[in-house]
């Protein structure tokens, strides 16, 4: 055999084997930088909303958890410690919206449009609405 021939010979045997291999490396790819030493970082779910009951708990637990962390530090200082269950509680009803000042705010913003619209119905020549009687037939309409 001469030189050409090894080298045809050669190139056929191996033509196979790296298609072989380079068809079996995508799935490689995929997992190019994880392994036993890798930091596999999962994207984190959004956090449920804060209205929800799933959205307290989950705030509700992240309090508890900087309290206990804090009466902890107190009284591995010496500190007297902090009652965590009642701040717990305390944070809580901060955290929580006040129906009666949301129900206020939204009053007053109907109120400014009901003021408005009197402006614009007095300057067309017509009879200004009754305020607090067009506030409560808006808000009736809306549900609120």
């Known amino acids: 055999m001469d030189f050409g021939s090894i080298l045809v010979l050669l190139v056929l045997v191996t033509l196979p084997v790296a298609a072989v291999l380079f068809a079996g490396a995508f799935g490689?790819?995929?997992?190019?930088?994880?392994?036993?030493?890798?930091?596999?970082?999962?994207?984190?779910?959004?956090?449920?909303?804060?209205?929800?009951?799933?959205?307290?708990?989950?705030?509700?637990?992240?309090?508890?958890?900087?309290?206990?962390?804090?009466?902890?530090?107190?009284?591995?200082?010496?500190?007297?410690?902090?009652?965590?269950?009642?701040?717990?509680r305390r944070l809580m009803e901060l955290s929580e919206p006040r129906e009666e000042s949301s129900d206020a705010a939204l009053r007053e913003e109907v109120r400014q449009l009901v003021i408005a619209r009197n402006a614009r119905r007095a300057a067309r020549g017509e009879a200004p609405l009754d305020i607090e009687t067009e506030i409560d037939r808006q808000l009736r309409d809306a549900g609120a």
């Open 28 to 88: 490689l790819l995929d997992e190019l930088g994880r392994g036993g030493l890798s930091i596999d970082e999962r994207p984190h779910s959004p956090a449920p909303p804060l209205h929800t009951a799933a959205g307290r708990m989950e705030r509700e637990e992240e309090i508890r958890q900087l309290l206990q962390a804090r009466h902890d530090r107190q009284a591995a200082r010496g500190e007297p410690p902090l009652d965590v269950e009642s701040e717990v």
